[in-house]
């Protein structure tokens, strides 16, 4: 509800006519300031109650029982992103000034889609998903065999794989293949991106890619970069965002289910 919509409530209740300007000091008065909301998943009554059930049976896992998780997910990166949260000082009527001009190209110039999955002191390398959408029968050939199927034999018999709801890692044939080859999955709750750290690490590599000087300006120079920077993201900000998973279960719970800050 903005100031304008405050000050007719106000006067439709009291009669009392002020200006919108009072009314935002008399808000920022108590603290309270305009912010952009939080843009969340809809989750109903079944997500959450999914979502309790998750984080009872994993709050209390040990750090040696999470590190035989591989975090995996898809993600797509632009090669001109639209970033609407930039900001620029600037004087009166110098809008136009080029200096002060941010350029983005329509659709964002092409995107690239990549895979990666991490685990505690480790993680794949990033693969550039080329061919269209995923679907069931790359993901099994191209990413599954020659991608997880080896990490799982680094880590061992306890290796567990956690990919998240999509329909191609659901799919009967990827199901039938991970029984064959005896890798367990990670049962993982719907509507749940705020659960899974690699969703951080995504945030990372598109903070490392934005920071790049000059930026990629071509799909070709985005797939260099991406592979390059996701190199050089430091292991140690995948563990520790692993190592958080038992206080986000424990967050969880203390929210209902509900959505959480991480």
């Known amino acids: 509800m903005n100031a304008t919509l405050l000050q007719q409530h106000l006067h439709s209740a009291t009669g009392t006519t002020v200006s919108t300007q009072t009314v935002r000091n008399r808000i920022h008065d108590v603290g309270m300031y305009a912010r952009r909301p939080m843009v969340c998943v809809r989750l109903i009554s079944r997500h959450r109650r999914n979502h309790r059930e998750w ?9 040696n029982e999470w590190s035989n998780v591989l975090f995996s997910d898809e993600s797509r990166f632009s090669v001109h992103p639209d970033n609407r949260r930039i ?3 600037r004087d009166r009527g110098s809008r136009n000034n080029p200096a002060f001009v941010h350029e983005s190209a329509r659709f964002g110039g092409g995107g690239v889609l990549v895979y990666g999955g991490i685990s505690i002191d480790g993680r794949t390398d990033l693969y550039i998903i080329r061919g269209g959408p995923l679907t069931a029968l790359p993901y099994m050939d191209q990413i599954l065999i020659p991608i997880v199927v080896p990490y799982a034999a680094a880590i061992g018999y306890d290796f567990i794989l956690m990919d998240d709801n999509c329909g191609p890692h659901r799919a009967n044939l990827v199901e ?3 029984f ?18 690699i969703e951080h690490v995504w945030d990372a590599l598109g903070r ?4 790049r000087q000059p ?5 070709q120079e985005l797939e260099r970069v991406l592979l390059e920077e996701w190199d050089r993201i430091p292991q140690l900000l995948i563990n520790s965002l692993i190592d958080s998973m038992p206080q986000r279960c424990s967050t969880l719970l203390a929210v209902r289910g509900n959505h959480t800050l991480y």
């Open 55 to 63: 984080a009872t049976e994993h709050m209390n896992w040990r750090r």
């Open 87 to 89: 900001f620029i000082w």
């Open 176 to 178: 039938d293949f991970l």
């Open 180 to 197: 064959e080859e005896g890798i367990v999955r990670m049962e993982w709750p719907a509507c749940s991106p705020d659960m899974n750290p």
């Open 208 to 211: 490392r890619v934005a920071g």
């Open 215 to 219: 930026p990629p300006q071509t799909l």
